[in-house]
């Protein structure tokens, strides 16, 4: 069975359908992409599935039903998610920052962990910093971190809650190539581990490289879903990327990642 189940999913703000009837599925241990043009509806499926807009149709996870679960709640279900931007705290250190993520809303738990914390909660997020390469930063604030650095923070963070499902949006967002493919070996191996993702990027190389499946999305509707091996060559997914005119031309090379890099 899949983790993450959407069924008939619909996001509607007045007049416009921001997302239309979306079924997607992400299943226990696999790195899921959900791709588009700009405006496709990206971000709003991930806000809905976290609950963070209100929609229509269902949503299960871990065999639950979520669908009228506020966003605490669903993040208390394992649901966790990444943002565009790092919302890092730039008055408290790197591991600090994790440990706010990691408290469980116990009463005065969060000022007790920071002025005297526990060795294996600190060990814990140590851990994970070092799995993102971090570990030499953890006493820095995030305004002395490289851009890069801080989206990997803000990933950190998020694996503090420990969830078993990672909502990730747009975590190249402004990452140089080099950044962009270590951060995909970084999510790839996260995955390896046992983590499952649903990961939202324009960077193609990145996606096609490290996804085990895609969902394509224009205007709100599902379009294309598929291997990467699938989707690159699809004519769907290039003439959304680049209209009609040209999806012939693009389709030609065998790869939506050459065809988006004109």
Known sequence: MALLQTNAMSVTFGVKRAVDGLNLSVEAGKLVGLIGPNGAGKTTTIDAITGFVPSQGGITFDGQDITGLSSTLRARTGLGRTWQSSELFDDLTVLENLQVAAE???????????????????????????????????????????????????????????????????????????????LGRRIRSLVDGGLSVLLIDHDMGLILTICDYLYVLDFGQLIAEGTPEQIRSDKRVISAYLGERHADDASATGSVEEATNE
């Open 104 to 182: 469980r809303v116990r009463f005065g738990g969060f000022l007790r962990d920071l002025f005297k914390p526990r060795n294996d909660d600190v060990d814990e997020l140590m851990s994970i910093l070092e799995s993102l390469d971090l570990a030499s930063s953890a006493s820095m604030l995030p305004t002395e971190l490289s851009h890069g650095q801080r989206k990997l923070v803000g990933v950190a963070r998020s694996l503090a809650a420990k969830p078993k499902m990672l909502c990730m949006d747009e975590p190249a967002a402004g990452l140089d190539t080099e950044e962009s493919q270590g």
